[in-house]
T-cell receptor, first 116, second 113 residues
C-alpha cells in the first residue's frame, strides 16, 4: 500500500532558525504532492503544491519545497522561521495513475513550535 | 464565496445518541471527503464521494454513514455514537481537474460522553 512518511514528529526551533521538514512517499508512478499547514485551532490550508515542471516550488509565507524524484521526497524548507509559523504541517500525495487517485495519502504530520 | 462550511462547530453527545454533520461547498466541486483528526494519528479518511449520489468507504468507515443527495452537500451520520468517535471532523472538497488539491472546512469538534 502507498504511504507517506514524515520523519520529524515534533520540531522546536528559535525564531530566525532555518527549517527543513522531511517527507517521503512510497508510490513509484506519477504523483501530485502537497504540503498543508494547520495553525492552532484552525483547519488545514494549502501551503504549496507540485504537479509537474520545476521541482523547486514556492508557496505562501516564504515556504518552498523540493521534489526529488529519485529519492521519492518532497521536503519543506524555510530559511528563517517566525513565531507565527508555529503549526502542524502535513505532507500529502496523490498517485495520479492509481485506481484510487481520487484520494490523498497523508503523512502523520509534524508539529512545529517556534520560540520567540 | 464561502468555500467549505460545516455545521455544527461543536457538539457533545451521550453514548448511543445519533447525529448528522453537514458539509456544504459552493465551489461546484465534484469530490467531497470526510476525515477525522485525532492527536498523533494525522488525518484519517472516513468516507468520500466522487459525485452526486455516490459514496465510498475510506480507511475508517465503521460506525459512520454518509449521503450525497446534492452535489454541494455531504452528510456524515453517526447512528449510535461511541466515546471512540470523540474527534475533530473535517470535510474537504476537490475538483476533477485540480489534481486532488483539497479545500477544507473549519471542522466540527465532537465529544461523546
Amino acid at each position: 500500500a502507498q504511504s507517506v512518511s514524515q520523519h520529524n514528529h515534533h520540531v522546536i526551533l528559535s525564531e530566525a532558525a532555518s527549517l527543513e521538514l522531511g517527507c517521503n512517499y512510497s508510490y513509484g508512478g506519477t504523483v501530485n504532492l502537497f504540503w498543508y499547514v494547520q495553525y492552532p485551532g484552525q483547519h488545514l490550508q494549502l501551503l504549496l503544491k507540485y504537479f509537474s515542471g520545476d521541482p523547486l516550488v514556492k508557496g505562501i509565507k516564504g515556504f518552498e519545497a523540493e521534489f526529488i524524484k529519485s529519492k521519492f521526497s518532497f521536503n519543506l524548507r524555510k530559511p528563517s522561521v517566525q513565531w507565527s509559523d508555529t503549526a502542524e504541517y502535513f505532507c500529502a500525495v496523490n498517485a495520479r495513475e492509481d485506481g484510487n487517485n481520487r484520494k490523498l495519502i497523508w503523512g502523520l504530520g509534524t508539529s512545529l513550535a517556534v520560540n520567540p | 464565496n464561502a468555500g467549505v462550511t460545516q455545521t455544527p462547530k461543536f457538539r457533545v453527545l451521550k453514548t448511543g445518541q445519533s447525529m448528522t454533520l453537514l458539509c456544504a461547498q459552493d465551489m461546484n466541486h465534484e469530490y467531497m471527503y470526510w476525515y477525522r483528526q485525532d492527536p498523533g494519528m494525522g488525518l484519517r479518511l472516513i468516507h468520500y464521494s466522487v459525485g452526486e449520489g455516490t459514496t465510498a468507504k475510506g480507511e475508517v468507515p465503521d460506525g459512520y454513514n454518509v449521503s450525497r443527495l446534492k452535489k454541494q452537500n455531504f452528510l456524515l451520520g453517526l447512528e449510535s455514537a461511541a466515546p471512540s468517535q470523540t474527534s475533530v471532523y473535517f470535510c474537504a472538497s476537490s475538483y476533477i481537474a485540480g489534481g486532488n488539491e483539497q479545500f477544507f472546512g473549519p471542522g466540527t469538534r465532537l465529544t461523546v460522553l
